[in-house]
């Protein structure tokens, strides 16, 4: 969260594979405007409702039950400041989300997490172990 630091201040942040919305929770907890979170688990979604019911920001966050792949094709660009994505390591998104972003720029920063042993270029990589943070910004 630190890299992108100052763009979190008032930013509209986009958390894709949210999960339970912990990414984007903190984002807002860093100043962050407003959150969007894609997720399509049922389990996984009703944690990040009641993690964003806890926090009582529910005025600050929408959240899409849908395909991330599928969201992406159809958000105009740039919809957001800040995104963040962290697809399952098995489900092979990674360079789907990478490909659709070069694409098609949905956001000023992209911060992409996937396995180091894929190899997808950016502007910034960082290598944690077994897990690489890709980022691309656009001007």
Sequence with gaps: MSIVGGALVG?????????????????????????????????????????????GVEEKVTVHRRGVLR?????????????????PYGSGEAPAVAALFRERPFAAILGLEHPSSQVIDGDETRRYGETTLTFWYVP
């Design 11 to 55: 930013a509209r942040v986009l958390d894709l594979y949210a999960g339970s919305g912990a990414l984007g929770l903190e984002a807002l907890s860093r100043g962050a405007g407003s959150l969007t979170a894609v997720e399509t688990d049922a389990r996984a979604l009703n944690t990040l409702r009641a993690n964003v019911a806890a926090l």
């Design 71 to 87: 969201f992406l094709r159809e958000v105009p660009e740039p919809a957001f400041d800040v995104a963040f994505a962290d697809p």
